[in-house]
């Protein structure tokens, strides 16, 4: 079994390195070690609608949101709309996404193994050569490639193995969702709850999907606070003084939970032939715990790198420098920014969060969110 790039994991950012691959002409495998690509569902989805559609999303997978509030534990509320010019984001149906992903690979050429877990590389004179996997069931196969991807996610499986993510990841988001049936009064609004008493070290979200469908979560910083996002949801969901009016009759179908590591990228993510992109790489903006929209842009960019390094048979970790100069040049600075800012608010107190959001009430919040929004880098 040999191929020309091996990617590890079917999320967004392996997918996306596979259709960008493939379409250049290379042959590519994906090891998905799940069942089915796309489930279980360990994010929330929240992005941002033009993005989206420009990275090839259709629009039946991304429900438009133009407006949003941040709520205080005692129930202050500063909220903001907007129109298609504005920042406008979006909630994204995951599961349908990463399966419209799947076949969009699957139609450019790529071979995907759903129930295969990668279980290491195969490493000839310290450079990687390939992975030795595992489908449920069968005995371990060995494959070869001439690039091996880590998509991984939070594991950062291989990139671990090569030494390039040392440890377990010392700061990052946990988080619990449930998704659930719950008339909403406005079905293309956001609600953000800040505070301890909701959310320590971090906050919690409604996101709605459409169709009396929402996702309600909470995600805590590690290591600001050891608390359980879990046992916070009920208290959103009945207690808190705006949003357990209509949450208090959620009918959970779903529960989801997940982990994002918020370090900011690895300083280094290339090898002689090995990329590491998405989570398992650090490409992710720890201000909201966003790493939907990088890791489906660096994808494609690793998709589209390894490709050429391919067709100019130089797999060299110079050449595949070109991948880390693109994401060092378009965000590396924009997620150090994040980071810094993400560390303070979660030093925060509800009082101090009573304070923020009298005075974001009174001030121009549109503008603060069209700033922030700048925040998230153009990629
Ligand atoms: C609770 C929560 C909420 C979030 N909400 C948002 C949000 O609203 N918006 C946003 O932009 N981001 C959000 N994020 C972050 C976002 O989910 C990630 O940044 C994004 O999923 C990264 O994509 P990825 O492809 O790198 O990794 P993943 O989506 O984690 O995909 C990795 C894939 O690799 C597979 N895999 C792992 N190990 C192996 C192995 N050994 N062999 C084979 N396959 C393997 C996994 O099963 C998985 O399918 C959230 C994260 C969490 C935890």
Known sequence: ?????????????GLATAIAASKNNVNCLVAEKEKELGYPVHTSGGSWYNEMLQLGLDESLVHPINSIAFHSPSGETASASFNDQDPYGCIINVRGTIQFLAMKAAEEGANILPNTKVISPILEDDEIVGVNIKSFGSAPKKVYSKIVVDASGSASLITRKLGLKKGKWQRYGIGAEYEAYVPLPDENHVDFILGEKYAPAGYAWIFPTGKNRAKIGVGIIRPDSRKNPFEYLKAVMHHHPNVSKYLKHAVPVEYHHGIFPCEGPLPKTVLNRFISVGDAAGHGSPLVGEGIRYALQL???????AANAIADSDTSEDYLM?????WRTQVETNFKIALEIQKRLASYSDEDWERKISMLKAMDFEKLIIFLNKLKGDL
């Open 1 to 13: 079994m040999d191929y020309d790039v091996i990617i590890v994991g079917g999320g967004f950012a």
């Open 299 to 305: 994808g494609y960019a690793a998709g589209e790198i």
């Open 322 to 326: 070109q991948f880390e100069d693109k």
